[in-house]
């Protein structure tokens, strides 16, 4: 009972761990934060306040056009035969 040296190694161990999973929390919502500014979607040529008609299958055409550049071929046919099935 007087020798100690049993808890201060658990207490070390125990700190240790603790400062290593405060570290990883924070790198990983430093990560994450940083990923969702890169994936924001810019709209500033939609403005929901004004007056004027707003296509939204052009707009939500060229959104797909912008996140899928290398698809345009395939998003056309698809548009188009969904066109074809009215």
């Given amino acids: 009972?007087?020798?100690k040296r049993a808890q201060i190694g658990e207490t070390i161990t125990w700190i240790i761990a603790t400062i290593i999973i405060i570290v990883t929390l924070m790198v990983f919502i430093y990560v994450s934060g940083s990923l969702a500014k890169i994936k924001m979607i810019n709209l500033k040529d939609l403005n929901l306040d004004?007056?004027?008609e707003i296509n939204w299958v052009e707009m939500k055409?060229?959104?797909?056009y912008d996140l899928n550049q290398d698809k345009k071929e395939l998003i056309d046919y698809w548009i188009k035969e969904k066109e074809n099935e009215k």
């Fill in 1 to 3: 009972m007087l020798n």
């Fill in 50 to 52: 004004s007056d004027e």
């Fill in 61 to 64: 055409t060229s959104f797909a």
